[in-house]
C-alpha cells in the first residue's frame, strides 16, 4: 500500500487513522487501540502525518517522528473546516488528513519534553497561586462576619493572621480560630511550594540563552521570559511580529465586509496564559511612565493622552509581543529605542 499521507485522531484509548496515496484516494480507514499505533506506524514507510495540537499531541508528535515520518500539529480550529457534516472519530481523521496537505495551513512546533517540563512549572505555579488568592478572600470573608475587617493586599492579611495568632485582635471566638490556624498552615505551605517553583524557573532561566535574551525587553521579567522561552520553539512558523501578536490575541478582532474595515476589541484568541503575563507586565511599563525618561517612556505618555489606559496597556503589550518576536527570530537583544 503506498500511503503518503496519514491522519490521526488522538484519543485516550482508542485511536483513529486515516491513510491517503499520492492522488488521494482512500487506503485504509482503522481504528487501533493506544499500545498499537507505534507498531503500526513502524512497519510502514516515512510519509506525512497530521495531528491535532491536542492533549498528548507533543508527545505523540515526538515517538512518530522518531520513526522517520513527517509529523506535522495542526491547530483543531483550522482542521473543523474539513470536516463534512457530522463529526465522529472516522470524519475527524479524514479532515486531518486533508488539512496537513493544504499549502497555506499553519502548524504548530512540536514542542521538547524539556520545554514542556517547564511549561507544566508555569501552569502548576498559575494553580497555586490562584489557590492562595482564593485563601486570602476565604480569610477576609470569614473575618468580615466578626467584624474584623482588613484591607486587600497579601501582606495585610498575612499581617492580620499574625496579629489574631498572638492575641492583639479582640472578638474571634476560639472555635474559629482553630479554623483560621488551618487557613494560615495552608498560605504557609502554598507559599512555600511557590518559592520552590520559583527557584527552579530561575534555575532554568539562567541555563536558557533565549530566556535571557527576552528577559532584555522591558515589561518581561523572568516568568514571562522563561514561558515565551518554552512556549515558542520554532518563531519561525509566524512570518512578521504581527502575526505573534495575533496569535496571542492582542490585534483588534474584524469584522470588515464590502471594503470597510471595522476593528472591535482584542480578538483574544491564544495562549491566554502569555497574553495575561504580557499585559501585566505592560501595566508595570504604563504606570512608571512618568518616570521614565527613555524614547519608550515618552510614547507611552504620548499615547496615554489620547487613549485610556487600559487601551494603552494592551497597546503596548502588543508591542513587547512584535519586540519578543524579533528577538526570538533574530537571535538579539532588545535594543533602546533612539530619542526622537
Known sequence: ?????????????????????????????????????????????????????????????????????????????????????????????????????????????????????????????????????????????HLAEFGIITAQGPHKILALITAIQAGEVPGLPQIAAVALESLATQLDNLAGEIRRLDRRLMSWHRADETSQRLETIPGVGIITATALAASVPDPSVFKTGRQFAAFLGLVPRQNSSGGKDRLGRISKMGDGYLRRLLVVGATSVVRRANTNTSATGTWVRCLLERKPVRVATVAVANKTARIAWAILARGETNRAPMAA
Open 1 to 141: 500500500m503506498n500511503v503518503t499521507t496519514i491522519g490521526i485522531d488522538l484519543a485516550k484509548s482508542v485511536f483513529q487513522l486515516h491513510g491517503v496515496d499520492a492522488d488521494g484516494g482512500i487506503v485504509f480507514r482503522k481504528k487501533l487501540r493506544r499500545s498499537a499505533v507505534l507498531d503500526f506506524l513502524r512497519d510502514r514507510s516515512p510519509c506525512l502525518i497530521g495531528l491535532e495540537a491536542c492533549a498528548t499531541a507533543h508527545y505523540w508528535a515526538r515517538e512518530i517522528s522518531a520513526l522517520g515520518h513527517d509529523v506535522r500539529l495542526i491547530p483543531p480550529a483550522y482542521v473543523k473546516p474539513y470536516v463534512k457534516r457530522q463529526k465522529n472519530d472516522a470524519a475527524d481523521a479524514e479532515a486531518i488528513c486533508e488539512a496537513v496537505t493544504r499549502p497555506n495551513m499553519r502548524f504548530v512546533p512540536i514542542k521538547s519534553a524539556d520545554r514542556q517540563g517547564v511549561l507544566m512549572l508555569h501552569r502548576t505555579r498559575d494553580l497555586l497561586m490562584r489557590q492562595r488568592t482564593m485563601t486570602f478572600n476565604a480569610v477576609r470573608a
